[in-house]
């Protein structure tokens, strides 16, 4: 049977995550929330046949008997709000990255979905993708890994309008904004589920004109090796990622939407292709997952996850503030 949820956020990622979650029939959109009702409607309408409830009332659309789960994709800095209220609902939550402004954050909400005895998932969707997988289960091919370069860095066209000089959410600290809050968690969510956490972070960002970081690199150190993260919503690079160990080198031509996976053979110069067909509706096999995790009760898989934001959000708050880069809570 289908879980039914409901979505806080109407813009295009909420779209695309309804889409492939509905694709896995293991979903169904019974509920939109927005602040305007029109918007409700015309979200909802994208859907004609379902019965979809509309909302302009939080604690209406939270309290709705007939929701399992709640999908958060509000704007960052609202993401803890949304996701403790739906906690304290007793509802499934699945928090669109980046999952909190601090750790403490995170923390309270964790313990809180232990509490009700639901689970509360973050929406990596890369690391769930089968070539990511292959790229990962493949690290034991190039024996001892002596470093890694993973890059994500897409040209926003709300940066024009930063040159213009205009603030728009994604370059607003006040929003809980900035490249690495949008692009460069991906990098840092890569390396963590591939390595582990790090023993030490060090960013080095790229400070645009509404404060915020506009891109940077972000070096993870390790034992016996360092691993060179690239982000940036400035310019786009196509950079593979790569994985370097002393039997060889693992090559993917990007971090997320994974098409390629490559083995090199420094020693007989021999390229050996390992992907399987890349999945054409890039969220469903986060949203697949998620859904086996709540349908089997699955807490086992539910705290790697755990750790792993934990992780991720611990990097990412750490290098932030070192430089400077702080949101509204954290001043």
């Given at each position: 049977m289908a879980l039914n949820f409901g979505i806080i956020g109407t813009n295009w990622i909420t779209h695309s995550y309804v889409e492939c979650a509905q694709a896995t029939q293991k979903w169904n959109l019974a509920a939109v929330y927005s602040r305007k009702e029109d918007s409700a409607k015309e979200f909802a309408s994208k859907y004609d046949?379902?019965?979809?409830?509309?909302?302009?009332?939080?604690?209406?659309?939270?309290?709705?008997?007939?929701?399992?789960?709640?999908y958060v994709a509000s704007p960052n800095i609202l993401h803890y709000e949304h996701a403790k209220a739906a906690l304290n609902a007793g509802k499934h939550v699945i928090l669109e990255k980046p999952s909190?402004?601090?750790?403490?954050?995170?923390?309270?909400?964790?313990?809180?979905?232990?509490?009700?005895?639901?689970?509360?998932?973050?929406?990596?969707?890369?690391?769930?993708?089968?070539?990511?997988?292959?790229?990962?289960?493949?690290?034991?091919?190039?024996?001892?890994?002596r470093g890694a370069s993973i890059t994500?860095?897409?040209?926003?066209?709300?940066?024009?309008?930063?040159?213009?000089?205009?603030?728009?959410?994604?370059?607003?600290?006040?929003?809980?904004?900035?490249a690495l809050a949008d692009l460069g968690c991906y990098t840092v969510a890569a390396a963590v589920w591939l390595f582990g956490a790090p023993k030490d972070a060090q960013y080095y960002p790229v400070i645009i004109s509404t404060g915020a970081d506009g891109g940077g690199v972000l070096i993870l150190q390790y034992e016996g090796f360092t691993v060179h993260l690239h982000s940036s919503k400035m310019?786009?690079?196509?950079?593979?990622?790569?994985?370097?160990?002393?039997?060889?080198?693992?090559?993917?031509?990007?971090?997320?939407?994974?098409?390629?996976?490559?083995?090199?053979?420094?020693?007989?110069?021999?390229?050996?292709?390992?992907?399987?067909?890349?999945?054409?509706?890039?969220?469903?096999?986060?949203?697949?997952?998620?859904?086996?995790?709540?349908?089997?009760?699955?807490?086992?898989?539910?705290?790697?996850?755990?750790?792993?934001?934990?992780?991720?959000?611990?990097?990412?708050?750490?290098?932030?503030?070192?430089?400077?880069?702080?949101?509204?809570?954290?001043?």
């Open positions: 046949g379902q019965k979809i409830a509309l909302y302009t009332d939080l604690d209406k659309f939270f309290n709705d008997s007939n929701l399992q789960a709640i909190c402004s601090k750790s403490e954050e995170l923390d309270e909400l964790f313990k809180l979905a232990k509490e009700k005895g639901v689970f509360l998932i973050e929406a990596w969707r890369h690391i769930q993708e089968a070539n990511f997988k292959i790229f990962k289960s493949a690290i034991s091919k190039i024996g001892q890994v994500f860095c897409q040209f926003s066209s709300r940066y024009d309008a930063v040159l213009k000089g205009e603030v728009p959410n994604i370059f607003n600290l006040e929003m809980g904004g900035g310019y786009t690079s196509d950079a593979p990622s790569e994985i370097y160990g002393e039997k060889g080198t693992l090559i993917v031509p990007s971090i997320t939407d994974i098409e390629k996976v490559t083995f090199w053979d420094p020693r007989s110069k021999a390229r050996e292709d390992l992907a399987t067909k890349k999945e054409s509706l890039n969220l469903k096999e986060e949203a697949e997952e998620q859904a086996r995790i709540i349908n089997e009760k699955d807490w086992k898989a539910a705290g790697e996850l755990e750790a792993h934001s934990r992780a991720v959000l611990k990097v990412t708050e750490k290098v932030r503030r070192d430089n400077g880069l702080l949101y509204p809570t954290e001043k």
